[in-house]
């Protein structure tokens, strides 16, 4: 028997044979594949910033420049610089790319994450075939993937490009060792450290490929190539630990014991069910809780087991599936272990082994185009989550229906507050801090609410019980701030923003506060310099440069002003009132508008 057949006996999926991998085909597939990845996805084109982005993006003044200050920063801090275990470099520097593009226009920070994805259902297919399935179910598994709407939230958050960039390093470097060359050797070794800067999730790279190489039988004489693998991330997890402290959470052991077995299989069955059937899909789900139900499952899974290891073919196969599973949840299980959250998107890529198997299956009965009807199925649930939760109101709104968490809530009640309903976010905000007393964050919310329903003395009663739980929290001296000022009582304001500054000199709202009661004041020249302190702590700001525009039309700095409007629509082109201010400068300025400028 040739190496060939041999290799094609040993593998269940069937294998073609190299000429036919090469045959014109492929392309024709891929296009068709990346087609499938933009109808499902493309409507995220027209998301605007939600969730996580304001405080990744927009308040994120290290993305603004290309400094060497900013680059040090983004790569010794985490992703939100909130001193919270985080460690995405990558993720920020690709933020800095998009600003430098884009400015704040949500369109192209989409257009990057939906771009990876297209790139990331390529490479699947690519890793399939290298792996040895027939391109007809390498075809049909892809297409399950690029459609799939367990990532449509990532998809519509663009902080949650960190889950598609880990993914496309990873499948980057494990297309590289399936190609068994040195140059993809290489590939593979420099895909790893990008894996894991992008996200945590990159540390399953080298247990994949263990995955697969033995699935393959080439774990004996290819392992030891994984050494440097292994090196890699010893030294990742010491930066990790160097620059954000915590490398990953570790339960008890009969905490662990308890998750193992009372736990984790219903968790396993809830992603498998939401796989197959993904709805309702929201932003906070919660794991369900642990019983002894959880042993039929378990059960279960033992059977289940037991059938494929009793036939050397299903063996394979089953090694294959469930190991390209488990091997992507690695990073994911310490924070199923120790917190009540089980994200969606975790299964972005692990998800390929629980509805593969069924898509091969599918693929190779008489009726193979019946694979097409779950495909599009899930390309329409993928467009609808986009229609009905396609903005922080209508997420917030739609996610609170299924899910009980406070911290959801506290978002939503924020968002209402931002639009204008204080009454409704006063309601949410009472909730959170009656399941959570000691939330100071809550409170603020609570007295912004309180100010919009026009009870200041409420406002301040709410601010200084949130003082004395976080005497050290800037936000409660701006808010404290803000109130004064309403009230009238601008002194007491300005010494509110005072107090701001020195516990947090970095606090752009800080400098805000300072500003607008120096104005209040007609304190014109300090106001300005305020202003300017806001920018420099985050020059993406546009109001801050609108209001310091108007003080320098003011004190007769007409080209200052010009540079702050020029700024303003590089930043963002849709600024209201951008257009008409330039044009007022320009008249003032006694030059022609650009727009009347004649050949």
């Not at 790569?75 to 430098?100: A, C, E, K, W």
Request: aromatic share 12%.
């Amino acid at each position: 028997m040739s190496g060939l057949k041999r290799i094609q006996s040993a593998w269940p999926f069937g294998m073609g044979s190299p000429p036919l991998l090469e045959t014109p085909a492929r392309p024709l597939l891929l296009s068709f594949l990346v087609l499938l990845g933009i109808l499902a996805f493309g409507p995220v084109l027209g998301v605007p910033f939600m969730w996580d982005d304001p405080q990744m993006i927009l308040s994120n003044p290290y993305i603004s420049a290309w400094t060497w200050d900013n680059i040090k920063h983004n790569f010794t801090h985490d992703v939100f610089n909130q001193g919270i275990p985080y460690f995405r470099p990558l993720q920020t520097l690709l933020n800095m790319v998009d600003f430098s593009l884009y400015g704040i226009r949500p369109w192209g920070y989409h257009l990057t994450n939906l771009l990876i994805h297209l790139f990331n259902i390529v490479l699947l297919f690519l890793v399939l075939e290298k792996v040895g399935f027939r391109r007809v179910s390498a075809f049909w598994v892809t297409g399950a993937f690029a459609v799939h709407p367990i990532i449509v939230q990532e998809l519509m958050v663009v902080a949650g490009r960190a889950e598609l960039l880990s993914s496309f390093f990873i499948l980057l470097g494990l297309w590289g060792w399936l190609t068994e060359k040195r140059s993809g050797w290489v590939l593979s070794i420099l895909c790893f450290p990008l894996a894991i800067l992008s996200k945590e999730s990159g540390v399953v790279l080298p247990f994949l490929i263990a995955t697969v190489s033995l699935t393959r039988s080439t774990f004996k004489a290819r392992g030891r190539f994984l050494l440097p693998h292994f090196a890699l991330l010893a030294g990742y997890l010491f930066l990790r630990h160097r620059f954000v402290g915590e490398v990953a959470p570790v339960p008890g052991l009969a905490d662990g014991l308890r998750f193992v077995f009372f736990q984790a299989p219903k968790i396993l069955f809830v992603y498998v069910r939401l796989l197959f059937v993904p709805w309702p899909l929201h932003s906070h789900r919660y794991q369900p809780s642990p019983g002894w139900d959880s042993l039929l499952v378990l059960g279960g899974i033992a059977i289940g087991c037991a059938w494929g290891l009793f036939s050397p073919v299903r063996r394979k196969m089953m090694l294959f599936w469930v190991g390209w599973f488990f091997s992507f949840l690695i990073p994911k299980i310490p924070l199923l272990a120790t917190n009540s959250l089980m994200l969606e998107h975790w299964v972005y890529v692990a998800g390929v082994g629980v509805y593969g198997p069924f898509m091969v299956w599918l693929s190779k009965t008489r009726w193979s185009w019946g694979a097409a009807l779950p495909i599009l199925c899930w390309m329409g649930i993928a467009q609808l989550n986009i229609h009905i939760r396609g903005s922080d109101a209508l997420n917030y709104a739609y996610s609170a229906r299924f899910s009980s968490s406070p911290w959801l809530r506290h978002n939503w009640a924020r968002d209402l507050l931002q639009r204008g309903h204080p009454a409704e976010a006063a309601a949410l905000f009472e909730q959170v801090i009656q399941r959570h007393p000691e939330d100071g964050q809550a409170r603020n919310g609570l007295a912004l609410a309180y100010l919009g329903l026009g009870r200041p003395d409420s406002a301040i009663d709410v601010l200084m019980e949130a003082q004395r739980l976080t005497p050290s929290d800037a936000t409660v001296w701006i808010n404290l701030s803000t109130v004064y000022l309403r009230t009238g009582d601008v002194p007491k304001a300005l010494d509110c923003a005072h107090q701001a500054i020195a516990l947090d000199s970095i606090s752009y709202d800080a400098w805000i506060a300072q500003a607008e009661c120096l104005r209040a004041m007609r304190r014109w020249s300090e106001a300005i310099d305020s202003y300017r302190g806001a920018i420099s702590v985050n020059p993406a700001q546009c109001d801050a440069r609108n209001n310091l525009a108007g003080l320098l039309v003011q004190s007769g700095d007409l080209s200052g002003a010009m540079d702050q409007m020029r700024t303003i629509a590089r930043i963002n082109p849709s600024y209201p009132g951008i257009k008409e201010n330039t044009d007022r400068l320009t008249r003032l300025m006694g030059t022609p508008s650009s727009n009347d400028t004649r050949k």
